[in-house]
C-alpha cells in the first residue's frame, strides 16, 4: 500500500503540488485526472523518486510503501525505483538495444539472476506485456524496430521484468492510436492482479474504463496543485461529492 501524507512538491521556490494526503490501495489501478498544469505527473514522479532528479526540485511530507517511507536518509533512491516502476508518455525503448535486452537491462544492472534465469524473465515478462507472441521470433531486433503500441507494451515489460511492488504510468497512451491504446487498457486491467498501478490520463473516459479509483486534482489561486477528491470511480464520475470534481467531469473546465 502507497501512503502520502502532506506531500509537497517544488520546483525550486514554486511550489507545483501542495498538502497531498491520499491511500493507494494495492492490486488496484488508481487514475489522477485533472487539468494541464495541475501537477498530477509531478506527484507521479514523486511516487518513486523521480522529482528529485531534476535540478532545484524536492518534496516535503512523506511517502510511505509498506509502513517505509522511501524519501528517509537510509533510503536508496535507486532500490525505490526499482520497487516503483514507471512507464513514460512516448515509448522509450533503448534505442541501442534489442527487444531482449530492453527487457533484461534491469534485471543485469541488478546483477541476481544467472543468465539462464534471465531468458526466463524476459520471456515471462513479455508475455505478461501482451507481447511474446508478437516478438518471440526476432528477440535480437532493434526495440525501436517495433511500431509505437508495441514499443509501450516493451517498456511496460522492461518495468515488471525487476518485479516492482507498483508501476506509475504517465499518460501511457496519449502517443498511441485507437487499436494500441485499446491492448494497452486491457494489458493494464490484466497486470492490476500483481501489481499496484497509479495512471496519469487526460481521457476521463481511460479513467472509468481502467482505474478502481480516481483522485481529481486541480490548482489553487496560488498556482499550486491539490487533491480535491478522491474516491471509487463509478462515484466520483456518478455522484462527486465535490463542485470542483462535478465541474470536470462535466466539462465545463480543464
Not at 21 to 35: C, E, K, R, S, Y
Not at 40 to 55: A, G
Not at 180 to 190: H, M, W
Not at 214 to 230: I, Q, S, W
Amino acid at each position: 500500500m502507497l501512503q502520502l501524507t502532506d506531500v509537497t512538491a517544488y520546483y525550486g521556490d514554486f511550489r507545483a503540488v501542495r498538502d497531498v494526503n491520499l491511500i493507494v490501495p494495492p492490486q488496484q489501478v488508481t487514475a489522477l485526472i485533472g487539468p494541464s498544469g495541475c501537477g498530477k505527473s509531478t506527484m507521479l514522479r514523486s511516487i518513486n523518486r523521480m522529482h528529485e532528479t531534476i535540478p532545484g526540485a524536492t518534496i516535503t511530507g512523506s511517502i510511505m510503501l509498506d509502513g517505509v517511507n522511501i524519501y528517509a536518509d537510509n533510503i536508496d533512491a535507486v532500490r525505490v525505483r526499482r520497487a516503483i516502476g514507471m512507464v513514460f508518455q512516448k515509448p522509450n525503448p533503448f534505442p541501442t538495444m534489442s527487444i531482449r535486452e530492453n527487457v533484461a537491462s534491469g534485471l543485469r544492472l541488478a546483477g541476481t539472476l544467472a543468465k539462464s534465469e534471465i531468458e526466463g524473465v524476459v520471456e515471462h515478462s513479455l508475455k505478461q506485456a501482451a507481447l511474446w507472441e508478437e516478438v518471440k521470433e526476432k528477440l535480437d531486433q532493434p526495440g525501436t524496430s517495433l511500431s509505437g503500441g508495441q514499443q509501450q507494451r516493451l517498456c511496460i515489460a522492461r518495468a515488471i521484468a525487476v518485479k516492482p511492488a507498483v508501476l506509475l504510468m504517465d499518460e501511457p497512451c496519449s502517443a498511441l492510436d485507437p487499436i494500441a491504446t485499446l491492448k494497452i487498457e486491457e494489458l493494464i486491467r490484466s497486470l492490476r492482479e500483481e501489481y499496484t498501478i497509479v495512471i496519469v490520463t487526460h481521457n476521463m473516459q481511460q479513467a472509468s474504463r481502467v482505474s478502481d479509483s480516481t483522485a481529481f486534482f486541480t490548482m489553487g489561486d496560488d498556482r499550486a496543485g491539490y487533491l480535491v477528491e478522491h474516491g471509487e470511480t463509478r462515484q466520483i464520475f456518478t455522484a462527486p461529492k465535490e463542485s470542483l470534481t462535478e465541474g470536470y467531469i462535466a466539462g465545463r473546465f480543464g
